[in-house]
């Protein structure tokens, strides 16, 4: 059992009380039922938690969502916001894959008209859209091309006729965030990233033809273009690749040698981290634009492919086919929000390492389409059972920063996943259960097959029930793609 | 510490492939240097990831000249990687500071590192 001190507050939330540990600056708050608590108390997830309570300048509470899981320094599924004067910025709180986050498409396609041409279409989209390990993009930038993905962003690729420009409008940001500076992203970075925009990457990377499965809120999803049980869908999730994590890598290190400096003293070294105000962390939040910019510029394009895929199975124009995007949320990620602290407005800096931004009705920074229904959430599952799509909440704001789950969180290994399911054809079962996988490997398929997951369907609902978000539609998967 | 590093980078590319695949056909020579040796260690492994990552690069043979608490230098041996020849277990992000530790025990030096794969 893990040493964590925890206070009930609610049914949804447990408290890691601040005088826990030597160093926390605030409390922790984590979202989770009861049953999720028995499986948590044994992770050290808990006490990364109570880690992050210790960095400089940070607000309120370290908080873990509902999907928290053991991360690298940081959990994953935790938030973090810092003030701007006394507070810090952690890549670690960012993670490898900066932006990493998830695209849906929505289309006037039923179950019925996609179930015949299946494999195909899952073939067809394994060929448009680069895979894997190393896999390489059908794109060869030019340098100066880079500099222009890593500035624009999703603006980028629609300038380049790879996307339509209402896909921008719902796009987190506008698919671009200000202030990048190319010239200071590494040559290494570059070299990582250039050939591999428009890839989808490995690990839990993933591409996913759905089928909406149920609703629960008809007139709310009726505002994304989602009318009934049956209708076809798409998600997207991958990030910005090699870039990223070059950049995350980077700038590490230059925090792990700043520390001193700064008399930043922390309980794991992976939390290394600088002033907002200081050169290391200007010159984090500058490059880290770059990669964010760079994983929308990717998704964008990816989501084009997927378009081009249906046109080329189902012979007709992606308009006629009604392929719209959603929404395309980012869930690892620091931004600047204001936020209200103590009935003060204050400027934030907001660390999301796998947690979903979840802004409410009528919030200035979300779509206009959306103000009156708030921001779509997009949480995928596993590839054999289902992902949900949800709405932000007013409450969330309070509760934390406006932040709710990004998936179902692993509860085994990859490792531990591989060992279990040796000698299983996770392709041909998953196909007797009606989902068509085309995989790269097929031990990269084992690590991810659904009982190395927590079902995302629990993780909704305590999200749902804490008021973290409100959940409105659930889709299951009918062809897969993965690296 | 010369063998630490070198098993240490056998064991990145022993996730990656299986490292009987890999032919020395061609050698580099690596340097790294970082604020002390738990930290070389990392940016040793990260030298790895991104000759892997950038160039489709797996070394098999690590000949490690020198090892100073800030600075690493070695002669390795490898080769491009081949779809055809070397099955492909997993990417690799980057090796992490989380619970990074080397010690010193009765039969040499042991280092716990974790990978972001």
Redesign the interface.
């Known amino acids: 059992m893990s040493k964590v001190k925890l206070n009930r507050l609610d049914d949804y939330r447990w408290e890691i009380p601040q005088d826990y540990k030597p160093g926390m600056r605030v409390p922790g708050i984590v979202f989770a039922d009861d049953d999720m608590m028995e499986t948590l108390k044994t992770d050290p997830a808990l006490e990364q938690v109570a880690n992050v309570a210790c960095l400089p300048g940070i607000v309120k509470a370290s908080y873990a969502m509902p999907d928290i899981h053991w991360g690298?320094?940081f959990p994953i599924g935790g938030v973090a916001a810092t003030t701007m004067d006394e507070g810090v910025i952690s890549p670690g709180g960012v993670g490898?894959?900066i932006n990493c986050g998830v695209r849906m498409l929505r289309t006037d396609m039923t179950l019925g008209d996609v179930k015949p041409k299946m494999d195909k279409l899952v073939e067809t989209l394994f060929a448009n859209i680069p895979t894997?390990?190393?896999a390489k993009g059908r794109l060869r930038l030019s340098s100066d091309e880079l500099d222009e993905v890593m500035m624009k962003g999703a603006r980028w690729a629609i300038g380049k006729g790879l996307g339509d420009k209402d896909d921008l409008a719902v796009t987190e940001e506008h698919g671009v965030i200000t202030g990048g500076d190319v010239s200071l992203v590494s040559d290494?970075a570059r070299?990582?990233g250039a050939?591999q925009l428009g890839t989808l990457?490995?690990?839990n990377h993933f591409l996913e033809v759905q089928a909406v499965d149920e609703i629960y809120e008809p007139a709310i999803v009726a505002a994304m273009g989602i009318t009934e049980p049956g209708q076809v869908t798409v998600l997207i999730h991958c990030g910005s690749r090699?870039l990223g994590?070059?950049i995350?890598?980077d700038y590490?290190?230059v925090m792990?040698?700043a520390q001193k400096k700064y008399g930043i003293s922390l309980p794991?070294?992976?939390l290394?981290c600088a002033p907002l105000s200081s050169q290391e962390g200007q010159d984090y939040l500058a490059s880290l634009a770059c990669a964010a910019n760079f994983a929308w510029a990717n998704r964008q394009i990816i989501a084009h492919w997927v378009r081009k895929s249906f046109e080329a199975v189902f012979e007709k124009s992606w308009g006629t086919l009604g392929i719209r995007q959603i929404y395309d949320v980012a869930h690892n990620i620091a931004k600047m929000e204001m936020h209200e602290i103590d009935g003060k407005r204050m400027k934030l800096c907001v660390h999301r390492k796998g947690a979903t931004r979840s802004f409410p009705p009528h919030s200035r920074f979300i779509p206009e389409r959306y103000a009156e229904i708030g921001q779509p959430v997009l949480v995928p599952g596993d590839m054999g059972r289902y992902s949900f799509i949800g709405v932000g909440t007013p409450e969330a704001m309070g509760l934390s920063f406006g932040s709710a789950c990004h998936g179902a969180g692993r509860q085994q290994s990859?490792g531990q996943s591989k060992r279990e399911l040796k000698g299983h054809d996770l392709a041909k079962e998953l196909r007797e259960q009606g989902v068509v996988v085309k995989a790269m490997?097929r031990?990269?398929l084992l690590?991810e097959a659904s009982s190395a997951y927590k079902d995302v369907a629990k993780v909704m609902r305590v999200a749902h029930k804490a008021g973290l978000v409100k959940r409105v539609a659930r889709m299951r998967p009918l062809g897969v793609i993965k690296? | 510490m010369r063998e630490l590093f070198a098993n240490a980078a056998r064991a990145l590319f022993s996730i990656v492939t299986d490292v009987k695949t890999i032919r020395a056909a061609e050698k580099r020579t690596i340097t790294a240097e970082a604020v002390d040796r738990e930290a070389l260690l990392v940016a040793w492994l990260n030298e790895f990831i991104f000759l892997f990552d950038s160039e489709q690069r797996l070394f098999s043979r690590f000949d490690v000249r020198a090892v100073s608490k800030t600075k690493v230098r070695a002669v390795v041996y490898g080769e491009r990687a081949e779809p055809s020849r070397h099955p492909i277990k997993t990417g690799l992000k980057s090796a992490t500071y989380h619970q990074l530790k080397i010690t010193k025990g009765p039969k040499g030096y042991r280092a716990r590192l974790i990978l972001d794969v």
């Open positions: 690298y320094g490898f894959d894997g390990v190393g290494r070299a990582r050939p990457g490995s690990g090699g994590h070059q995350c890598d590490l290190k792990d040698s794991d070294r992976q290394a990859r490997t031990v990269g690590e690296g």
